[in-house]
């Protein structure tokens, strides 16, 4: 019979779209690997060079992943938010991490060591099956980036960026789609390999044009077609 504890990281786990589809008993085999944690805005959740234990899933809240170099400057690789995971590199080696991860907001996440997971992929199908469907899509999305990064310029990259927030966070409204995520000008820099003071420049001449408004720290993208022509 599953203690409480076993039966809240099992509905947390469950929360993340990577195991939504598995049978119960299934996912119910990560929980002797599996802890919560819970993490403050702006908490780090490792470092570079920190040991890859293992996998985390995110039930609630936004983690960011990025690089940094030596000479402090970052470059955003994707923010991960509640029902994703990240993590998963440890998977292939167990090395030490080579990204930091960063709560943005606050954030619960079931962290499977790598044993574990790695054995419940091995003998469940569909666990595999499901996490290969996961990261065949962050596939796609990292040469869409590097696509960005080489050939486009940053309205472009900007436009695009909108877009891609927009349909992953974006909630209709009689003025447009308003991204419902507060994001900085720097975190947009970030992830586009800009600067602050070129994003900020860039989102005026947008405003300007009618193609978004702001609320705040919210973006609304007033004319989605105009953002898309854009891009």
Same mark, same amino acid.
């Given at each position: ?10 509905? /947390?786990?469950?929360?993340?779209? +990577? =195991? ?8 119910? /085999? ?14 780090? +959740?490792?470092?570079?060079? *920190? ?8 039930? #609630? ?6 690089? !940094? ?17 990240? $993590? ?36 469940? $199908? ?8 996961? =990261? %065949? !899509? ?11 990064? %080489?050939?486009? *310029? !940053? ?5 695009? =960026?909108?877009?891609?927030?927009? #349909? #992953?966070?974006?909630?209709? *409204? ?8 507060? @994001? ?7 992830? %586009? ?7 900020? =420049? ?8 009618? /193609?978004? #408004?702001?609320?705040?720290?919210? @973006?609304? @993208? ?10």
């Amino acid at each position: 019979m599953p203690t409480a504890e076993e039966k809240r990281t099992l509905s /947390l786990l469950k929360k993340c779209d +990577v =195991l939504a589809n598995l049978p119960t008993d299934a996912v119910q /085999l990560m929980l002797p690997g599996a802890k919560i944690g819970a993490y403050r805005p702006r908490q780090v +959740v490792y470092l570079p060079g *920190d040991r890859a234990q293992g996998v985390f899933f995110v039930a #609630q809240g936004r983690v960011k992943i990025s690089k !940094v170099t030596r000479d402090g400057k970052e470059l955003t690789l994707a923010y991960r938010t509640g029902s994703d995971f990240f $993590g998963e590199p440890c998977l292939l080696e167990g090395g030490p991490r080579e990204e930091m991860a960063e709560a943005m907001e606050p954030t619960m996440a079931v962290e499977v060591d790598r044993e574990t997971l790695d054995h419940v992929l091995s003998t469940s $199908g569909a666990a595999a099956y499901w996490f290969a469907r996961a =990261l %065949i !899509v962050r596939r796609k999305d990292l040469e869409s980036r590097v696509e960005q990064l %080489i050939f486009k *310029d !940053v309205g472009a990259k900007l436009a695009e =960026l909108l877009l891609e927030l927009g #349909q #992953q966070h974006g909630v209709d *409204d009689p003025r447009g789609v308003v991204l419902n995520l507060k @994001i900085t000008h720097q975190e947009m820099a970030n992830l %586009i390999g800009s600067t602050r003071e070129t994003v900020s =420049l860039t989102l005026s001449q947008f405003k300007r044009k009618g /193609l978004i #408004q702001s609320e705040g720290r919210r @973006i609304i @993208i007033a004319d989605r077609e105009g953002i898309k022509a854009m891009a």
